[in-house]
T-cell receptor
């Protein structure tokens, strides 16, 4: 069965620190990959997405992610975080070949110290 | 409207009552999905519609949960005899319905259900 693992449950950083959140998925076929963000009290928003092509994907607010097929990984990065990045981040996967449900990771809560 | 809409935004009900949650997908999106987000379970899939049929109902947690979609558009999720563990945010998403980029799902704001 498909699954998504986010190894960091809670990350605490100071402003201007660099961020990397890990995501690994389990599925042998071709997938679409996503990172979603949920700011406190708000609904889910798409941060970035990968369907095909360049494995380095750039999203909103300075975030990027790199798809490494051999490692089944799609880690999220940001060179310098801001207090406003405090949120919960979800990695997610769907099948590439057809419409299908999203499998979400358990989420990583990011807290930024001002 | 431009995005997925859900109603009501908040629903408080008493244990044992039935509730209906509504989702209006983006116009032209053939695929519609229901998910829920709860403290203990994270984000979990409930059911997927392609047009009016539901090829994947594997996430419905019990037979108290059902959903329908009419006219290939609006969907209703019904929870019968609600229990306190049903308290969660119920999210609806829609997509164009194909593979690749057509599988990008757009989420509504959710319905927060509280069962007292």
């Amino acid at each position: 069965a498909q699954s998504v693992s986010q190894h960091n449950h809670h990350v605490i950083l100071s402003e201007a620190a660099s961020l990397e959140l890990g995501c690994n998925y389990s599925y042998g076929g071709t997938v679409n990959l996503f990172w979603y963000v949920q700011y406190p009290g708000q609904h889910l928003q798409l941060l970035l997405k990968y369907f095909s092509g360049d494995p380095l994907v750039k999203g909103i607010k300075g975030f990027e992610a790199e798809f490494i097929k051999s490692k089944f990984s799609f880690n999220l990065r940001k060179p310098s975080v801001q207090w406003s990045d405090t949120a919960e981040y979800f990695c997610a996967v769907t099948l590439y070949s057809s419409a299908s449900k999203i499998i979400f990771g358990s989420g990583t809560r990011l807290s930024i110290r001002p | 409207g431009a995005g997925v809409s859900q109603s009501p935004s908040n629903k408080v009900t008493e244990k044992g009552k039935d509730v209906e949650l509504r989702c209006d997908p983006i116009s032209g999106h053939t695929a519609l999905y229901w998910y829920r987000q709860s403290l203990g379970q994270g984000l979990e899939f409930l059911i997927y519609f392609q047009g009016n049929s539901a090829p994947d109902k594997s996430g419905l947690p019990s037979d108290r949960f059902s959903a329908e979609r009419t006219g290939g558009s609006v969907s209703t999720l019904t929870i019968q005899r609600t229990q306190q563990e049903d308290s969660a945010v119920y999210l609806c998403a829609s997509s164009l319905g194909g593979g690749g980029a057509s599988n990008e799902q757009f989420f509504g704001p959710g319905t927060r259900l509280t069962v007292l």
